[in-house]
């Protein structure tokens, strides 16, 4: 079957979801890959009736053209050097909550059909090079698409014609299976997070507290719901503008000797520690600095086994590398002893500068995708109680007294209240 037709696809103006993923896969599958000439988005099943008979196609919509809607045909076709196509078989919402955001997982089918002469005429002279095609599209969705706010599974991949091309019943299959001509088709998971209402023009304000890095911090006085110990999953997350300099902690729960803290280490990395005594204690930090300027998303998570190896930490939604520095603590030991928590300083002596957005505590160990996801939330739409959140500041409900603020937690566990912060340290100032 010969198409030589190459007609132009409008690209989406306003994609979500599913189909804002396919186009960011679809790029990184172009980039640097001279044989795919041909990347098309989301295609469609659509029905024909040709000489009486019900044929099914793979087609592209192609919107409004001449006053109707047209879409094109995209089988096979031997003029093309390298063709591929998305097909949308299921959303499933998993993690569903009635008022929350869940995540979407969807099966896609990523189909490809190439001219092999013409990608490496020389190549194709003594073997079919198929499965080298399928090594680099293997390798790109495996290892070079990272730090998005989707997660792609490989399920399996499927060579034969009648498999490839299931779905669609495309007519002169025997001139169009056989070498040069090849076909293949990857069978995915694409995980996502449900698309945040945004609206044009924002109506809701958005503040941040800015801290001074001399004397100022917010604290909840006596509450137990930071009260983790060695055993016990949890994780945070810090949204942040400016963190820079050496010794600047995000948070602290230290008293006594024991406790925990997270701050930025002399060296710029990012600095965990859980500590039993000034002998026996958990610290790793990552394995290179981080950067400090502008705003950016924190993440610390463990799953309570006791080890740093149960530690991870996140920074703009990516695991970071991590170096274990000392790995000493008793299995039965405690590291909470501190009554108040603080965020933005270390009694007595050590305070954070810069801004802060958005701290959330949860009792349970987040995973990567839960990370991309508050990453990606950012705060744009309603601030809202996920399950397992027990302690979260909620800035933009505050209150100031003429002293000090007072910040509602968002998680109904706790109360805040800030420390020598004044009137005009609440500022109109978030992550985009």
């Known amino acids: 079957m010969i198409l030589l037709q190459n007609p132009s696809v409008p690209t989406p103006t306003n994609p979500v979801e599913i189909d804002a993923a396919i186009l960011d896969i679809k790029s990184e599958l172009e980039t640097g890959w001279i044989?795919?000439?041909?990347?098309?988005?989301?295609?469609?099943?659509?029905?024909?009736?040709?000489?009486?008979?019900?044929?099914?196609?793979?087609?592209?919509?192609?919107?409004?053209?001449?006053?109707?809607?047209?879409?094109?045909?995209?089988?096979?076709?031997?003029?093309?050097?390298?063709?591929?196509?998305f097909f949308v078989r299921r959303e499933t919402i998993t993690g569903y909550q009635l008022g929350m955001f869940s995540f979407l997982n969807y099966d896609v089918s990523l189909i490809f059909s190439v001219n092999m002469e013409l990608i490496q005429s020389t190549l194709i002279e003594t073997e079919i090079y198929q499965q080298n095609l399928v090594a680099q599209v293997r390798d790109v969705l495996t290892r070079q698409i990272l730090g998005k706010n989707y997660q792609i599974t490989i399920n399996n991949i499927e060579y034969l014609f009648e498999d490839v091309f299931r779905d669609f019943n495309l007519s002169e299959q025997s001139t169009i299976e056989k070498s040069p001509l090849s076909h293949f088709r990857l069978n995915l998971s694409v995980v996502l997070p449900e698309t945040c209402p945004v609206p044009v023009l924002p109506t809701n304000v958005c503040y941040s507290m800015q801290f001074?890095?001399?004397?100022?911090?917010?604290?909840?006085?006596?509450?137990?719901?930071?009260?983790?110990?060695?055993?016990?999953?949890?994780?945070f997350t810090f949204w942040h503008k400016d963190y820079v300099g050496t010794f600047k902690p995000l948070a602290t729960k230290i008293g006594g000797g024991k406790g925990y803290r997270f701050l930025r280490d002399t060296g710029g990395q990012l600095l965990v520690q859980l500590i039993n005594s000034?002998?026996?204690?958990?610290?790793?930090?990552?394995?290179?600095?981080?950067?400090?300027?502008?705003?950016?998303?924190?993440?610390?998570?463990?799953?309570?086994?006791?080890?740093?190896?149960?530690?991870?930490?996140?920074?703009n939604g990516v695991q970071q590398a991590i170096t274990i520095v000392q790995n000493n603590f008793p299995a039965l030991g405690t590291m909470i002893t501190a009554q108040n928590f603080i965020i933005g300083a270390q009694l007595p002596t050590l305070f954070v500068g810069g801004n802060s957005a958005l701290m959330r505590c949860w009792d349970i160990e987040l995973s990567g995708i839960n990370v991309l996801a508050e990453y990606n939330f950012k705060l744009n739409g309603n601030i809202t109680k996920p399950s397992d959140l027990v302690g979260s500041p909620n800035i933009k409900t505050s209150t100031f007294d003429g002293l000090d603020w007072t910040f509602p937690d968002i998680a109904n566990n706790s109360i805040f209240k800030s420390v020598n912060m004044e009137l005009g340290d609440r500022v109109e100032d978030c992550p985009t």
């Open 278 to 315: 000034p002998s026996t204690f958990i610290y790793v930090r990552t394995a290179t600095a981080l950067s400090g300027g502008g705003w950016n998303h924190y993440a610390i998570t463990y799953n309570g086994n006791g080890n740093a190896t149960g530690l991870n930490i996140y920074f």
């Open 212 to 235: 001074d890095a001399v004397n100022n911090y917010i604290e909840a006085s006596g509450s137990t719901s930071f009260d983790f110990d060695i055993n016990d999953p949890f994780s």
């Open 35 to 85: 044989w795919l000439t041909n990347g098309y988005g989301r295609a469609y099943k659509n029905l024909d009736i040709t000489n009486g008979e019900r044929v099914y196609f793979p087609e592209i919509y192609l919107g409004k053209q001449s006053g109707s809607f047209r879409y094109t045909n995209i089988t096979p076709d031997n003029d093309k050097t390298g063709q591929c196509f």
